[in-house]
C-alpha cells in the first residue's frame, strides 16, 4: 500500500543550538502509508528532527514539506494534518479519559457524533469502555500510552509522530502498541516513529539510523541487513556505529 | 466559538478539580480582610512619654495636666533629668520626651512666651509627625487657655481664627474605610498575577503544553483559556472580600456595584495578562513566581494604598502612570466610598481599558506554539 508520492521532504535540514549541531544537512523523503523509523542512540539528534516536523521547533536552515505544507509559512496547515505523541507523557492526569478525549476532538474541529462514535470505538478496541471516567493519572504506564496514541490520531491525521512510544513499558505492552500502529496505516495514516529499541526497527518499512545527528544509513530492514552481513538489526546498527 | 467553548471546559474543569483552591479561594480574602486591614493602619492608638520637669511650677503642673488627661498619651516615667529622658529614648521605653525648662512659669508670666522641648524617636517619621502633631494641638490648647483666662486680665488677647473641619466621605476617619478597598485591590491583584501564570508555566513543567502546541488551536484560544477561569475566581473573592468586609468593619457601599464589578473584571484582564505574559517568559514556576512577586511588589509599594501618592516625588507620580493598581485603588475607594459614578471615573477607567488591551495582546504575542 506504500505509494511513491511523499508526504515528508526533507532538504538539507540543519538545526544547531550555539555550536552544537544537532541535524547536520538531514535528506530524505517519507512516502504516503509507510512505517518510517528513526533510529539512533540517545542524542543522536532524532528528537529535534520530529520537533521540527511538527512545528515545534524553527530549523536553522533547509527547506521541508509536511503533508505538501511548507513548514516555515504553514506550520497551522500543518498542524491540521497530523498527530504527535511526545516522549513525555503528555495527556492530563487529573482529566478523565472521555475529558482528554473531548477536549482534543474538541480543538480539532470534530463534530460531535463523529468523536462520540470513534471514541466508543476506540475505547473498545483499548478494552478500556468501562474506564472513561478514571482519570488518566490513576491508569497504568501500558495504558497511558496506547491512549495517547489512540487520542493522537484521533482526528485521523495524515501523518502521526511518535516519539520513542514505547520508552520505558514492557515487552508485551510494547507488541500490543505496534499492533494499534499497524491498524493506524492500513486506515491510510503515514507513522514516523522514533526508537532506539532494535527489534522495533524490524517493524519499519524503512529506517533512517542516525549517529552524531548525520543520517549515516537509510533503507528496509532487509536491504540493511543484507549490507552489512547481520542477522538482524541490532547488528547492523553495532557494526554503523563503529 | 466552539474551540474556545472546548478550551474553557477543560480549564474549568481542572481548576475546579484542584483541591488546593478551594482554600485559595476561600482562605485568602478572609485572611486578608480581617488582618491586613487592622495591621495595615497608620493610626495612633497611644504615645509613651516621658516628662522632666525642670520647673516644678503652677503654669507647668498646669500644662502636664493637660497632657497626662488626654486618654491617647501615656506618661511612662518623670525623669528627674533630660539625660535619663534620653536614655529612655535609646531603649525604646518611649516615643517622645518633653522637658519643661527652669523657669517656664516665669517667662509665661513676665515675657508672654517661654519654650519647652521636645525629644521626638523618629525612626517611623510618619508617626514622629502625628505624635509630635498631638503633642503640639494639647500644648496648644494649653496656651489657649492661659491666653482666654490670663493671670492678668491686661495680658488677654485678640481672639484666635478656629477651625472647624467637617471630614467628607469618612466623617469618624474610620481608617478601616480607607483600607479594606485597598486590601481587597490586593486581593485580586494576587489572584490575578499568579494563578493564571502558575497555571500556564505548570503545563510548561509538566510538558502537556507541547501536546497543545502541536495542535491547530489558535495562541488568543489558549490564553482566553487561562484567563477566563481566573477571571470568574477573581470577581467571586472580590464580592466574597466585600461581604467580609461589609460584616467585619460595616465598610460603606455608596456607589454602583454593577460599576463596581465591570471595572474590577477590566481590571482583572490586566493583571491575568500580566501575570500569563511573565509566564510566556518562564520555564518554571519558580521563575515565573519570583518576576510576579517583584512586580506585585512594587505595584503594591507605589499604588497610595499605604502611602499617598502626593507625598511621592514627581518621577514616581509620573510611573504610577503605568501602575495598574494606582488605577483600581483610587477606583475602589471612589466608588466605594465617595459613591463615584462612571463619569467621575472614566479616565481611570480609559486607563485600564488601554493597557488590558495591549497587556493582553503581549501575552497572546509573546506565547509561542514553536520554540
Known amino acids: 500500500m506504500i505509494s511513491s508520492e511523499p508526504v515528508i521532504t526533507v532538504k538539507n535540514m540543519v538545526k544547531k543550538f550555539g555550536d552544537f549541531v544537532a541535524n547536520d544537512n538531514l535528506n530524505f523523503e517519507v512516502y504516503k502509508g509507510e512505517i518510517f523509523g528513526f533510529i539512533g542512540a540517545n542524542g543522536a ?10 512545528g515545534l521547533s524553527t530549523p536553522t536552515s533547509g527547506e521541508m514539506k509536511v503533508a505538501g505544507f511548507d513548514i516555515y509559512r504553514q506550520t497551522e496547515k500543518i498542524k491540521r494534518n497530523i498527530g504527535y505523541m511526545s516522549q513525555k507523557f503528555s495527556l492530563y492526569e487529573d482529566l478523565t479519559i ?124 532487509e536491504k540493511l541487513k543484507k549490507r552489512y552481513d547481520a542477522a538482524n538489526m541490532d547488528e547492523v546498527f553495532l557494526k554503523i556505529a563503529r | 466559538m466552539r474551540t474556545l467553548f472546548y478550551v474553557l471546559q477543560k480549564e474549568f474543569t481542572q481548576v475546579f478539580r484542584n483541591k488546593s483552591m478551594l482554600p485559595i479561594i476561600f482562605v485568602m480574602p478572609l485572611v486578608q480582610m480581617l488582618i491586613l486591614v487592622f495591621a495595615a493602619t497608620n493610626e495612633l492608638r497611644q504615645v509613651d512619654l516621658a516628662i522632666v520637669d525642670y520647673d516644678h511650677s503652677y503654669s507647668s503642673r498646669e500644662m502636664i495636666a493637660g497632657i497626662t488627661g488626654n486618654p491617647f498619651f501615656k506618661v511612662q516615667q518623670n525623669p528627674d533629668n533630660s539625660q535619663d529622658a534620653e536614655a529612655l529614648l535609646m531603649q525604646n521605653k518611649i516615643d517622645l ?16 512666651s517661654a519654650e519647652v522641648q521636645v525629644l521626638v ?44 473641619p467637617s471630614y467628607w466621605f469618612n466623617p469618624q476617619l474610620n481608617y478601616k474605610y480607607y483600607m479594606a478597598p485597598g486590601i481587597l485591590v490586593v486581593l485580586i491583584t494576587v489572584v490575578g498575577m499568579l494563578l493564571g501564570g502558575m497555571n500556564l508555566v505548570r503545563e510548561k513543567e509538566l510538558g502537556t503544553i507541547e501536546q497543545i502546541n502541536v495542535t491547530p488551536l489558535k495562541k488568543w484560544q489558549f490564553i482566553a483559556g487561562k484567563l477566563l477561569p481566573f477571571l470568574v475566581i477573581g470577581l467571586f473573592d472580590l464580592a466574597f472580600g466585600l461581604l467580609v468586609a461589609r460584616i467585619a468593619f ?45 512586580s506585585l511588589i512594587v505595584f503594591i509599594m ?64 509573546r506565547y509561542r506554539k514553536t520554540s
Not at chain 1, 539528534?45 to 511538527?54: Q, V
Not at chain 2, 520626651?97 to 508672654?112: E, G, M, Q, S, T
Not at chain 2, 477607567?349 to 495591549?358: E, I, Q, R, Y
Open chain 2, 250 to 294: 460595616n465598610i460603606p457601599v455608596r456607589g454602583s456595584l454593577i460599576l463596581l464589578f465591570s471595572l474590577a473584571s477590566v481590571y482583572l484582564v490586566l493583571v491575568l495578562s500580566w501575570g500569563l505574559f511573565i509566564s510566556t517568559i518562564s520555564d518554571t514556576q519558580q521563575q515565573a513566581t519570583f518576576v510576579s512577586f517583584f
Open chain 1, 45 to 54: 539528534g532524532k528528537t529535534t528532527a520530529i520537533r521540527i516536523l511538527c
Open chain 2, 97 to 112: 520626651a518633653l522637658i519643661i525648662p527652669r523657669h517656664f512659669d516665669k517667662n509665661l508670666i513676665i515675657n508672654k
Open chain 1, 98 to 221: 472521555n475529558e482528554n478525549i473531548r477536549f482534543y476532538g474538541g480543538i480539532y474541529g470534530m463534530k460531535i457524533a463523529d468523536r462520540k462514535a470513534r471514541t466508543a470505538e476506540m475505547l473498545e478496541r483499548l478494552d478500556l469502555s468501562a474506564y472513561g471516567n478514571r482519570k488518566i493519572g490513576d491508569l497504568p504506564l501500558g495504558w497511558k500510552q496506547k491512549l495517547a496514541f489512540s487520542i493522537a490520531i484521533l482526528h485521523n491525521p495524515k501523518i502521526v509522530f511518535l516519539d520513542e512510544p514505547t520508552g520505558g513499558v514492557d515487552p508485551i505492552t510494547r507488541r500490543q502498541f505496534w499492533n494499534l500502529i499497524y491498524e493506524a496505516v492500513e486506515k491510510g495514516i503515514t507513522v514516523f516513529v522514533t526508537t532506539h529499541y532494535m527489534d522495533e526497527a524490524e517493524y519499519c518499512d524503512r529506517v533512517s539510523i542516525m549517529a552524531d545527528g548525520r543520517i549515516v544509513a537509510l533503507d528496509t530492514p
Open chain 2, 302 to 365: 507605589m499604588s497610595g494604598l499605604f502611602t499617598p501618592v502626593e507625598s511621592m516625588p514627581d518621577w514616581a507620580q509620573k510611573l504610577d502612570f503605568i501602575n495598574p493598581l494606582f488605577y483600581f485603588v483610587k477606583i475602589m475607594r471612589s466608588v466605594l466610598l465617595k459613591g463615584s459614578n462612571f463619569a467621575d471615573i472614566f479616565n481611570e477607567f480609559a486607563a485600564l481599558s488601554a493597557f488590558a488591551v495591549s497587556m493582553f495582546g503581549l501575552a497572546i504575542f
Open chain 2, 121 to 164: 524617636d523618629a525612626i517611623n517619621g510618619n508617626a514622629a509627625q502625628l505624635s509630635l502633631g498631638y503633642l503640639s494641638s494639647v500644648i496648644g490648647s494649653y496656651s489657649q487657655k492661659v491666653l482666654v483666662n490670663p493671670i492678668k486680665p491686661e495680658y488677654r488677647q485678640t481672639k484666635n481664627i478656629i477651625i472647624k
